[in-house]
């Protein structure tokens, strides 16, 4: 089995990428990553003297790249794409770009090659949710222009499928933590600047609600879609920890030994949707997924790895805008 993995140098890529090569899986490993700001080469370095594993520098619209390496692979995990919300809300032509375009490529060269396809997606399509949570056959709403470019691709994907017998299978996650996560996202920007002494940005009234999963069980989660999913289904991959941002900040405030008076109430993020929560009940009962790491034990371990690894994140923060 060869497996090629787009985005295989950002957070969630590169561990899912450190996890197959720590096991008797895949014959080769191939990372496509184009190496942007989130892309760091520095998380693959554990596994770069790995003889399954090549790396390759491109960007996934190049489709005469994308082309000869789909050609050689059996299965393509695509996790590359811009990512971030605010970002988004800037300026949206990077994301329709890679997310939509680079998918369409991707989508292209597998067509040809009669590839397994695993897209990664995001439970930030189905829109907000006030109470319940989403199952996968929920329409999609979704509200940031990050939101709708992964929709786009997410939909896309199942058309490869519906429209050519491709074999496509989606995940849609909860958000993650963990790690090597670049530190422009919540839990490592909060980690970070208050291991510098700084105050966090708390965005509104701090009551907007997300649902947390570790790194890892997303991964396994992913793992599991791949080698035992049904071609053409979706499958939510959800943390089972829902907690608000003002929850979640003190959590994080009494793990550094911080108070309240370490937080800056911003002004609130652009449509900033109120609350997600996936329903992960079909995981759960066709491939035997349930989320594995507790959140208080999983939180310790991402502050403890943040405050042991500042020469991997101090580089990365100095060109981050201020949020």
């Not at 787009?6 to 957070?11: E, N, S």
């Not at 369409?104 to 949570?133: H, K, N, P």
């Amino acid at each position: 089995m060869r497996i090629l993995v787009t985005g295989g140098a950002g957070f969630i890529g590169s561990h899912y990428v450190r996890t197959l090569l720590g096991t008797d899986g895949p014959e080769t490993v191939t990372v496509l990553d184009k190496l942007t700001y989130a892309g760091n080469p520095a998380n693959l370095d554990t596994v770069r003297g790995s003889d399954r594993f090549a790396f390759v520098q491109g960007d996934v619209c190049d489709a005469g790249l994308v082309g000869e390496l789909v050609a050689a692979h059996d299965q393509v995990v695509h996790f590359a794409a811009e990512s971030h919300v605010d970002r988004s809300i800037l300026g949206a032509d990077a994301f329709v770009r890679t997310n939509v375009v680079g998918t369409q490529t991707l989508l292209d060269a597998a067509l040809r090659r009669r590839a397994t396809f695993v897209y990664v997606s995001t439970d930030e399509v189905y829109g907000s949710i006030a109470e319940g949570s989403w199952p996968e056959t929920d329409p999609l709403s979704p509200n940031s222009p990050y939101a709708a470019s992964k929709a786009a691709g997410d939909l896309l994907a199942l058309s490869y499928h519906r429209t050519h017998g491709l074999d496509v299978r989606v995940t849609r996650c909860s958000n993650n933590y963990g790690p090597h996560h670049f530190p422009e996202k919540v839990i490592p920007l909060f980690i970070t600047n208050l291991l510098d002494g700084l105050k966090v940005p708390l965005y509104g009234d701090g009551l907007n609600v997300r649902d947390w999963l570790h790194v890892d069980d997303h991964v396994r989660g992913i793992e599991l879609v791949r080698t035992a999913g049904r071609p053409g289904e979706v499958y939510n991959i959800g943390g089972g920890t829902e907690l608000s941002n003002r929850e979640l900040t003190d959590l994080l405030l009494e793990a550094l030994g911080a108070d309240e008076s370490s937080i800056a109430y911003v002004e609130d993020r652009k449509g900033h949707d109120r609350r997600y929560s996936v329903d992960w009940s079909k995981i759960e009962k066709e491939l035997g997924y349930r989320p594995a790491k507790d959140f208080t034990t999983g939180l310790a371990e991402t502050v403890d790895w943040y405050r042991d690894n500042r020469a991997w994140w101090e580089p990365l923060k100095a060109g981050v805008r201020a949020l």
